[in-house]
């Protein structure tokens, strides 16, 4: 059985065209890395490395893990580093625990030689999800969570349409309630609240591409 879906915006008829490979994703987020920014952090990000081995938190008895993004925020107070995390799909509820946990708990090991220093003196780590997809249970986690330890988490969505003009992305932000992504249209929208139960604001960004 295939089932399409389809979004009208603004007269705009859009039919979901979801991302085939993370590689995709990756070189989509690298493009418009704004959708990165973390205003109450920092006005400006800065892409520094992407797939970065990551050591001592080896997946099995051959590999590594390996970062897909790396980001920082710079600030007078201290920068903040992100460790960004793609997935194809929905994102898995056990991917934080058992996946980008063990990455910010092995954070130290991460080379990059134009910016070891930077990564030496952060002032805070930041781990970020992003798939298509994600649970109430994943999100509410990650909204609810303090953000008053030196390691945050948050997740992005990533959806993808394809419109009678051209490709359309919708970008989905959870972050802790003290960090709040940039509010953003570029096709007009009502702002509200995520429902089912998620006590914070859900800004969306629909991008052409």
């Given at each position: 059985m295939i089932i399409n879906k389809v979004l009208n915006v603004n007269s705009i008829n859009l039919e979901a065209l979801p991302f085939d490979r993370e590689l995709f994703m990756e070189s989509f987020l690298i493009e418009n890395k704004d959708l990165l920014k973390l205003e109450q952090i920092s006005d400006d990000i800065e892409i520094i490395g992407y797939e970065i081995p990551i050591k001592g938190c080896k997946r099995s008895n051959t590999?590594?893990?390996?970062?897909?993004?790396?980001?920082r925020y710079p600030s007078s107070d201290g920068d903040t580093i992100a460790i960004i995390e793609l997935k194809k799909g929905k994102l898995p509820n056990d991917v934080i625990k058992n996946q980008l946990s063990l990455y910010l708990e092995h954070r130290h090991s991460i080379n990059?030689?134009?910016?070891?220093?930077?990564?030496?003196?952060?002032?805070k780590w930041i781990g970020i999800i992003v798939g298509e997809?994600?649970?109430?249970?994943?999100?509410?986690?990650?909204?609810?969570?303090?953000?008053?330890?030196?390691i945050l988490y948050g997740a992005l969505t990533l959806k993808r349409y394809r419109g009678n003009d051209g490709i359309y992305v919708i970008c989905d932000s959870y972050f802790p309630e003290s960090i709040k992504t940039r509010k953003l249209f570029e096709i007009t929208y009502e702002d509200g609240t995520i429902e089912q139960g998620i006590p914070t604001e859900m800004y969306i960004k629909l991008i052409k591409v």
């Open positions: 590999d590594n893990g390996r970062a897909d993004i790396i980001a990059i030689s134009k910016y070891n220093e930077v990564l030496k003196n952060a002032k997809d994600i649970s109430i249970d994943l999100a509410k986690e990650i909204v609810d969570s303090s953000s008053n330890s030196d």
